[in-house]
């Protein structure tokens, strides 16, 4: 009988292994974009938490500010890195009934 339900719970481990990989991999296809600056500088980062792209605006680009621009991508940066965790902590949750499985995200 105990052998029975371990095979079980080592399938169900299996799957969700298998669903996880999955996963990841269709998380790597989804972005997320965020702005600052009022839309001066726009970063695309997928699922991965890698950037995709960096859009900044000629208007953003002040020889005498170089600060403003590095502040406004680095905002814009954080906050895209941001919400793909945040994506991607959300999409593992629908896959592991919202157990915290450590090492997974």
């Known amino acids: ?27 790597g296809d989804r972005t997320v974009e965020s702005t600052s600056g009022g839309g001066v500088v726009k970063v695309v980062a ?10 900044i605006k000629p208007e953003a680009v002040d020889p005498e500010d170089v600060d403003m621009l590095q ?4 905002s814009a940066v954080n906050n895209a890195l941001n919400q793909s965790r945040e994506m991607v902590s959300k999409e593992m949750g629908k896959l592991t009934g919202g157990m915290n499985i450590p090492g997974l995200m």
């Open 1 to 27: 009988m105990m052998g029975g339900n371990m095979q079980k719970m080592m399938k169900q481990v299996q799957k969700m292994q298998a669903d996880m990989a999955k996963l990841q991999e269709e998380l």
């Open 46 to 55: 997928n699922g991965k938490q890698e950037l995709i792209s960096v859009e």
């Open 71 to 74: 502040d406004l991508i680095l």
